[in-house]
């Protein structure tokens, strides 16, 4: 039988159907896509000469969908050293020291601790490392050290006393030449690809795909990665042109991603108040002018519109410049902070809050001294939904935390958290990473176990609320374009 015609009942001891729908227990797969849900004892009867898959004592969700993460990032992460454990600054030399020598070490996930003193380790650097440049860049890929030799590798002819850069400044050259360093192959994104699909991600997002990264994205559609992938192209000038826009079955270009500010940890971020742990910036990176361009560059082409702003002030911008648009998709990323007039005018204009909950988590320790007026909410994703439960949208925003769904999930409904920081319960959580991520990518064939979606399927050993007490759990199998490609412990 073709491929395309091939017909597979799954069973299983519950399948997670939208509210509304029947209680169901069975899948029934036509090629790529379900063609049946219902029970078991009816659907085993109507159906002859079929495959049948036995998970009856397991449960289906639908594929997980990241609509917030830096698939290349990940990719680039087995040519880099892995600090995200390090505890000391000898902790750091001691892992550096068995990388291979190569003409750089470049390493991230350092720890936020190690911005209370950046020039003890810089020290420490010179002396280790006095003629191999060593380049390291924080957990959120934000701030980044070099020792003197890669200082002087990176800006010949300037005397820099503070080698601590950070990437909302002046990075963006260094990092050009870090990529160049670690040029990332096809080979890297397939081991991305089946990393994510080991967590049961089935489609993923490059949220921030610049110009030279064009041609090996185009690499990702033929063969295919074996996740279907959507990115989003971010400009640094205002001469430059939209790319050719990408719409393959398992490969999409259609999003412009515009930064309004930086991040905690940059001095970027753009709020308007300051308090002590959050260096502020007085404005955000590019003129005005240049997000007003490329807005309306984007709304005359269809493509959707994704804005970084974490900082309250930053959100206004973000606001006052998607409200009038007309794009098909208008998505404001993160959300950290924001005024709490701007979360109605995100649900008048349909503005899709695209939230990470996991931040909350890590970014603690630089808010335990920081006092919040009382205007502004911060982490507000129980006010977001509640203004407009079709909207949210919960992503990773991996590698710069781990890319496992279930821990960004469990952080959506805490239950140590404020009830205005978490959502009400692990159903609102489950279809704010499916359903409504789908529509926040502009696709509407997943999202949802329904007759006429791809059969994208992550299988679980427990049910909703116990898997997500669980976040380490794994999939037990995963299902991608009705092809087991994880396969049942």
């Not at 750091?92 to 003890?120: E, M, N, Y």
């Not at 959300?335 to 008048?348: G, H």
């Not at 994208?456 to 759990?473: K, T």
């Amino acid at each position: 039988m073709h491929e395309s015609r091939r017909r597979r009942l799954l069973r299983f001891q519950q399948v997670f159907t939208p509210p509304g729908t029947p209680p169901a227990d069975t899948l029934l797969i036509e090629g790529a896509h379900i063609a049946a849900v219902g029970q078991w004892k009816h659907l085993c009867r109507t159906e002859s000469q079929v495959e049948v898959f036995d998970y009856s004592d397991r449960f289906a969700y639908p594929g997980w969908i990241d609509p917030h993460a830096h698939f290349f990032a990940l990719a680039a992460r087995i040519h880099q050293v892995d600090l995200s454990h390090a505890s000391n600054p000898e902790a750091v030399t001691a892992a550096l020291r068995q990388t291979h020598r190569k003409p750089w070490i470049h390493a991230v996930g350092l720890p936020a601790s190690f911005l209370a003193d950046p020039h003890g380790l810089q020290q420490m650097l010179d002396t280790m490392f006095p003629h191999q440049p060593v380049a390291i860049e924080t957990f959120d890929a934000h701030a980044l050290w070099l020792n003197r030799a890669a200082a002087r590798a990176s800006f010949p002819g300037r005397d820099l006393p503070d080698v601590l850069i950070f990437r909302d400044r002046d990075m963006e050259s260094l990092m050009e030449r870090l990529q160049q360093v670690n040029e990332l192959t096809l080979s890297d994104l397939q081991a991305a690809a089946r990393r994510c699909l080991s967590y049961g991600i089935t489609t993923v997002t490059e949220a921030a795909l610049r110009r030279r990264q064009l041609s090996l994205l185009q690499q990702c559609a033929a063969p295919p990665l074996g996740i279907d992938l959507v990115a989003a192209y971010t400009p640094l000038t205002t001469d430059e042109t939209l790319p050719p826009p990408l719409n393959t079955p398992h490969l999409k270009l259609h999003a412009l991603k515009l930064f309004m500010d930086g991040a905690l940890t940059s001095g970027g971020l753009w709020n308007s108040f300051t308090a002590a742990g959050l260096p502020s910036a007085d404005g955000p990176p590019f003129p005005m002018d240049f997000y007003r361009q490329w807005v309306q560059k984007a709304a005359r082409a269809g493509w959707d519109i994704w804005m970084h702003a974490i900082g309250d002030q930053a959100v206004t911008a973000a606001v006052d410049l998607l409200g009038p648009t007309g794009s098909r998709v208008r998505r404001i990323e993160h959300i950290q902070f924001i005024k709490t007039a701007d979360i109605q005018r995100l649900a008048e204009h349909r503005i899709i809050p695209s939230v990470q909950p996991y931040h909350r988590l890590t970014d603690a320790p630089l808010l335990r001294d920081a006092a919040v007026p009382a205007h502004i909410q911060a982490y507000a994703y129980g006010c977001l939904y509640a203004a407009a439960p079709d909207l949210l949208t919960i992503g990773s925003d991996f590698p710069i935390v781990p890319p496992d769904p279930l821990r960004h999930l469990s952080a959506a409904i805490d239950p140590t958290a404020e009830p205005a920081c978490r959502l009400p319960d692990a159903a609102a959580a489950v279809t704010a990473m499916t359903a409504r991520a789908a529509r926040s990518l502009g696709l509407h064939d997943r999202g949802a176990l329904l007759p006429g979606f791809k059969a994208d399927i992550v299988i679980y050993d427990r049910p909703r609320e116990a898997m997500l007490n669980v976040p380490e759990a794994r999939p037990a199998a995963v299902w991608k374009d009705g092809q087991e490609v994880v396969s049942a412990v």
